[in-house]
C-alpha cells in the first residue's frame, strides 16, 4: 500500500499504461452500464427510443473522451513533476469521477428540457445519484488496472536478479565474475553483461539504452522495453547507481566527479562517452559512494 504523500509510482502513469487502462475503463463501464441497468433506479440508460439511445450514446464517448484527454494530461504533468505525489494522482482520478458526473447530471437536465426524459430533474440530484455508479463504473477500473500494473513491475523487478549459479561450458574462473542480467517488460531474459563492461544505462521514455563494451573495447548499445526505475529498484545494492532521472552509472568506470556551474557531472573512464549530469536529488548519495571508492 502506498502513503498518501508517498511519491507515485511512474508505472501509474506510463504511456503504456495509460493507454492500457483508458481502454480497460471504457470496456468495464460499458459492460457495468448494461449489467447495472435493469436494478438501477431513475438511470435513464436504455433503448427505450431513439433519442434516448443517442443521448446514452454521447454520454458515453464523452465519457471516453474526458478520460482520455485529461490521463494525457497526467502523463504529460507526471513526466515534468517526476516527484508526484499519491495524493496528487488520487486527486487527479477524483476530479475525472466527479467530471462524469457534472456530464451526466447536465445531460439528464437538457433530456428532461427538451422532452427526451419524463419527469422533472433537478440538476444536484442527478449529480450526487451518479457518484456511486461513477465510483463502481470508473473507480474500480482504475483500482484493478493499478494493482494489475503493480503487480507486473514487481515481477520484472523480481525478474531482474544477478545470476552466477548457470550451467555453462566456459572454463571456471578463480574469481566468476559478476553478472547483471536485464529482462524485459515481459520477463524475457534480453542481455547478460560483466559488470565490469557496463558503462551507463540511459532511460527513453518506457525503454532503456544500454550503453556497454564489447569483446574488442568498443562502445556499444542496447536496447529494450524496460523502465530505468525497475533497474534502480534490482540493482541497489550494487555499483549501479541513479545519477539522474535518465541516467544509471556505474560507480566503477567513474573516473572524474567535477563540479559546473549547473551542478555536477561524471566523467567515465571511455573518452567517447559524454559527462553525465548529477540532479540535485541523487547528488548527495552519488558524492557519498564516490567518496567511499576514494
Request: charged fraction near 20%; glycine fraction near 4%; charge should be positive.
Amino acid at each position: 500500500m502506498h502513503s498518501w504523500n508517498e511519491k507515485m509510482p511512474s508505472y501509474l502513469v506510463g504511456k503504456y499504461q495509460t493507454i492500457a487502462t483508458v481502454v480497460f475503463t471504457a470496456f468495464f463501464c460499458m459492460a457495468f452500464l448494461v449489467v447495472s441497468i435493469p436494478f438501477a433506479r431513475g438511470a435513464w440508460f436504455d433503448m427505450r427510443t431513439l433519442a434516448i439511445f443517442a443521448l446514452t450514446v454521447i454520454f458515453f464517448f464523452s465519457g471516453v473522451v474526458v478520460v482520455s484527454v485529461s490521463r494525457r494530461f497526467l502523463y504529460a504533468f507526471a513526466r515534468r513533476n517526476q516527484e508526484m505525489k499519491m495524493y496528487q494522482y488520487i486527486l487527479w482520478c477524483s476530479f475525472e469521477i466527479l467530471a462524469l458526473c457534472l456530464i451526466y447530471a447536465t445531460m439528464s437536465v437538457y433530456g428532461a428540457k427538451h422532452g427526451i426524459l419524463e419527469g422533472e430533474i433537478r440538476f444536484w440530484q442527478k449529480f450526487y445519484a451518479s457518484l456511486t455508479y461513477a465510483l463502481m463504473g470508473v473507480g474500480v477500473p482504475y483500482l484493478i488496472s493499478g494493482m494489475y500494473f503493480a503487480i507486473i513491475d514487481k515481477n520484472n523487478t523480481i525478474r531482474l536478479l544477478n545470476y552466477e549459479n548457470v550451467v555453462t561450458d566456459e572454463i571456471e574462473k578463480p574469481l566468476p565474475e559478476k553478472k547483471i542480467t536485464l529482462f524485459d517488460n515481459s520477463g524475457v531474459l534480453k542481455m547478460s553483461i560483466d559488470s565490469s563492461n557496463l558503462c551507463y544505462i540511459e532511460s527513453d521514455d518506457n525503454y532503456i539504452k544500454v550503453w556497454y563494451l564489447d569483446s574488442r573495447g568498443d562502445l556499444k548499445q542496447y536496447m529494450l522495453r524496460c523502465r530505468l526505475k525497475t533497474v534502480e529498484n534490482s540493482f541497489a545494492e550494487s555499483d549501479l547507481m541513479r545519477c539522474h532521472r535518465k541516467y544509471i552509472v556505474n560507480m566503477r568506470k567513474v573516473s572524474m566527479l567535477r563540479k559546473e556551474k549547473d551542478g555536477y557531472e561524471i566523467d567515465l573512464d571511455v573518452e567517447s562517452i559524454p559527462p553525465i549530469p548529477i540532479s540535485k536529488t541523487y547528488e548527495e548519495a552519488i558524492l557519498s559512494r564516490f567518496n567511499s571508492f576514494q
